[in-house]
């Protein structure tokens, strides 16, 4: 029998599933942290530097399990700061739950030191369910209700626990009279498949199609084998949202690869030139990327009904869990006699591999950041799992990166924030401490909050049992995707007040704190130092001294963007040769690919 509130809480999300949390901890939270301690056999706290980090980390280990991720922060200011990553995983429909200490009960409403309004701060954020408890009897239904919420709709919930209330006798069972709830543990995820009438209106849009293309996003990253069957019965090219990366191998022949601004050229073609699209698992946002409206016939395939036909205007919107609803349609689906336009799409695809191949090769100064990734795909270990930050390095993992069968990878995809690369390696780390974990972080995100998680790494990473996990440093010295973005969308030359940052030695703090530190500003050593990275026996900074003036061109340049970009030219930019030289190597490379420019 549990003693306290505090222990019968944690007590009951063990009865859950719930093995690890995320936190740190506060005087809101106290009686929670003594409990955790007393029952740390049955779930783990690992100690971020910042609730925000937590929160990320929680995220992260929902994204690379499929269980709710939990998150633990103090009153106040502790319970604000989880915000960020919290609205990461909301954005992304991650199932996470925010614990969450108050001022006493007694205290509320008198204006009280830290005393904030968590409901209504939350209501958005976790607007599926957040429930401030009043009494111990109310404990046991609140973590039922938030839990099975997280899991069935894949969405965050919060509990709100005041601090007077966390240190009470528990109250494991609530009196059998009016006015309580008793409720239950356990949820099982029913299998969502659509009705064979459905099926087979989706089926008679995908046959009579010639020219089929697919997108595919997180939803199908449990369903590999089921979208390939279908890409190959349609004679398909299959391109894919970032978070979708993957969810099918980047060595297949038809695999354009990514879809958007950090998208490829043959994905780009093969959308302009469809005349079906088939949709699975995927809220792409950008529509300017997709077929013109009217130029396709569209079949659509989500979990969530919320997302279809939201992208694009499809024919046939079927709601069903992208696995078995590919498996129900593939039997109704004809073979394409005619593959001529998967022929054309693996032209493409090969012809691009030599232009990225190309623009990798091309002199920088020091270091052309393509060629950091382009060095890195066949020296990625088997089984790795990625994970990605917010800047200008996510175009070159969009795009040069080749992922293999058997690896995971993921980022801030909904958010686009800043600073959720190291704490996504971690969550991954403890997720799975037998797999090794590269981090991709820029030096913006380095200096945010990269740096104080690797303080993180050195204090837990004895306890895995690889223990490789290698953050790349791109250090560019430059907020380098914002700068694009301004130089390209805004037409302004680079603002040295807000866009240059200082010049750390990443790799000497990761020495410094008893990490190993590994230096390269010269593009012939990348590849012996990422043998050298995935080959050490502790935690590893690569840190790279790369080129910020190397374009991540679009695969399609708008009018618009061309005369933007040619306003910023007859602007003082302070790095204008650098920038004309280089953007002149990447057109050129796509041109003549192969050549050397």
């Given amino acids: 029998?549990?003693?306290?509130?505090?222990?019968?809480?944690?007590?009951?999300?063990?009865?859950?599933?719930?093995?690890?949390?995320?936190?740190?901890?506060?005087?809101?939270?106290?009686?929670?942290?003594?409990?955790?301690?007393?029952?740390?056999?049955?779930?783990?706290?690992?100690?971020?530097?910042?609730?925000?980090?937590?929160?990320?980390?929680?995220?992260?280990?929902?994204?690379?399990?499929?269980?709710?991720?939990?998150?633990?922060?103090?009153?106040?200011?502790?319970?604000?700061?989880?915000?960020?990553?919290?609205?990461?995983?909301?954005?992304?429909?991650?199932?996470?739950?925010?614990?969450?200490?108050?001022?006493?009960?007694?205290?509320?409403?008198?204006?009280?030191?830290?005393?904030?309004d968590l409901q209504n701060l939350f209501k958005d954020v976790a607007g599926a369910f957040v429930q401030q408890a009043s009494v111990p009897g109310q404990v046991r239904h609140l973590i039922d209700r938030a839990m099975r919420i997280a899991m069935a709709e894949r969405k965050v919930t919060c509990i709100i626990m005041p601090n007077d209330l966390q240190e009470l006798s528990a109250v494991e069972t609530p009196p059998h009279k009016h006015g309580t709830i008793h409720s239950g543990i356990g949820y099982s995820r029913p299998a969502v498949i659509p009705t064979q009438q459905q099926l087979q209106q989706a089926a008679e849009v995908l046959n009579a199609g010639k020219k089929v293309a697919m997108l595919v996003g997180a939803g199908a990253l449990q369903a590999t084998d089921e979208v390939i069957a279908v890409a190959d019965r349609l004679g398909a090219g299959v391109a894919k949202a970032l978070l979708g990366k993957a969810a099918v191998p980047d060595d297949l022949s038809f695999v354009t690869g990514s879809i958007g601004l950090l998208g490829t050229k043959p994905s780009w073609d093969m959308m302009m030139e469809c005349d079906t699209l088939l949709m699975v698992g995927s809220g792409f946002p950008y529509s300017e990327f997709l077929p013109k409206e009217g130029q396709a016939r569209g079949v659509q395939i989500d979990l969530s009904p919320a997302m279809l036909s939201l992208r694009y205007p499809m024919e046939v919107a079927l709601e069903g869990d992208s696995r078995t609803t590919l498996e129900a349609l593939l039997p109704l689906l004809k073979p394409k006699a005619d593959r001529s336009w998967r022929e054309r799409i693996e032209k493409n695809i090969s012809s691009w591999w030599e232009t990225l191949e190309a623009r990798a090769m091309h002199a920088a100064e020091p270091v052309n950041p393509q060629r950091i990734f382009w060095e890195l795909s066949p020296r990625l270990p088997e089984r790795c799992i990625i994970t990605g930050d917010s800047g200008s390095h996510t175009n070159w993992y969009a795009r040069d990166v080749k992922l293999r069968r058997g690896m995971m990878a993921s980022l801030s995809g909904g958010l686009a924030t800043m600073g959720s690369g190291m704490p996504y390696a971690i969550g991954a780390k403890f997720a799975h401490p037998d797999r090794p974990v590269l981090a991709i972080c820029g030096d913006g995100a380095m200096q945010m909050n990269g740096?104080?998680?690797?303080?993180?790494?050195?204090?837990?990473?004895?306890?895995?049992?690889?223990?490789?996990?290698?953050?790349?440093?791109?250090?560019?010295?430059?907020?380098?995707?914002?700068?694009?973005?301004?130089?390209?969308?805004a037409g302004d030359p680079k603002f040295l007040g807000s866009?240059?940052?200082?010049?750390?030695?990443?790799?000497?703090?990761?020495?410094?704190?008893?990490?190993?530190?590994?230096?390269?500003?010269?593009?012939?050593?990348?590849?012996?130092?990422?043998?050298?990275?995935?080959?050490?026996?502790?935690?590893?900074?690569?840190?790279?001294?790369?080129?910020?003036?190397?374009?991540?061109?679009?695969?399609?340049?708008?009018?618009?963007?061309?005369?933007?970009?040619?306003?910023?030219?007859?602007?003082?930019?302070?790095?204008?040769?650098?920038?004309?030289?280089?953007?002149?190597?990447?057109?050129?490379?796509?041109?003549?690919?192969?050549?050397s420019h």
């Fill in 1 to 116: 029998m549990a003693e306290t509130v505090s222990d019968f809480f944690w007590q009951r999300l063990h009865d859950w599933g719930v093995r690890r949390v995320f936190g740190y901890p506060g005087d809101g939270i106290n009686g929670l942290i003594g409990a955790l301690d007393r029952a740390q056999d049955k779930v783990e706290f690992v100690q971020a530097r910042h609730e925000e980090m937590a929160a990320f980390m929680a995220g992260a280990h929902a994204k690379f399990t499929g269980e709710v991720g939990v998150c633990l922060a103090t009153s106040g200011p502790g319970a604000i700061h989880l915000l960020n990553g919290l609205y990461d995983a909301r954005l992304d429909h991650m199932p996470v739950l925010a614990i969450v200490g108050q001022q006493a009960r007694t205290a509320l409403g008198g204006h009280y030191q830290q005393e904030v």
């Fill in 451 to 489: 740096m104080a998680e690797l303080i993180t790494v050195s204090k837990y990473w004895q306890k895995w049992r690889d223990p490789r996990l290698v953050v790349l440093v791109l250090n560019n010295r430059d907020l380098n995707q914002v700068t694009w973005e301004q130089r390209v969308m």
């Fill in 499 to 595: 866009q240059s940052i200082p010049d750390v030695p990443y790799h000497r703090f990761a020495e410094l704190i008893g990490l190993r530190g590994i230096y390269v500003d010269d593009p012939d050593r990348l590849a012996g130092a990422w043998e050298e990275a995935f080959a050490a026996d502790r935690p590893v900074v690569l840190e790279v001294k790369a080129d910020p003036n190397v374009p991540p061109l679009p695969p399609h340049i708008t009018l618009q963007q061309m005369k933007k970009f040619a306003s910023t030219l007859l602007s003082p930019d302070p790095e204008e040769g650098s920038v004309l030289v280089n953007t002149a190597r990447e057109v050129l490379s796509g041109v003549l690919p192969g050549k």
